[in-house]
């Protein structure tokens, strides 16, 4: 079973920058698709970012330019780089993968991939 440890969130001001970090065990980091979601308590959650099997990503409007995915192979990690926070960023963050050996809802990543494995979140909070 693929499990997920997110790290990195906390508080800054507008502009400033996180780097989140989500730890993967049970599965590779490369040739399976991940990605970084955000919820709102009772709201539907958003994906944030995406990486697909072949390593094509993709980005929401909202983040382009700002934020980045990048991987750490030999710490088997996915980060997301945020920048230029605003916030309107403000929520909990999700890393995400999928998980073949799981029945749980797969979630598309809007890179064409689908996840269905969840960490338990880290917080993001930017003050204006």
């Known amino acids: 079973q693929v499990r997920l440890v997110e790290s990195g969130g906390g508080s800054v001001q507008a502009g400033g920058s996180l780097r989140l970090s989500c730890v993967v065990s049970g599965n590779s980091i490369n040739g399976y698709c991940m990605g970084w979601f955000r919820q709102a308590p009772g709201k539907e959650g958003l994906a944030v970012a995406g990486?697909?099997?072949?390593?094509?990503?993709r980005y929401a409007d909202s983040v382009k330019g700002r934020f980045t995915l990048y991987k750490d192979n030999a710490k088997n990690t996915l980060y997301l780089q945020m920048n230029s926070l605003k916030p309107e960023d403000s929520d909990m963050y999700y890393c995400?993968?999928?998980?073949?050996?799981?029945?749980?809802?797969?979630?598309?990543?809007?890179?064409?991939?689908?996840?269905?494995?969840w960490g338990q979140g880290t917080q993001v909070t930017v003050s204006s």
């Open positions: 995400a993968s999928e998980d073949s050996r799981s029945r749980a809802t797969w979630i598309p990543t809007g890179t064409g991939c689908s996840v269905n494995a």
């Open positions: 990486i697909d099997g072949s390593g094509r990503s």
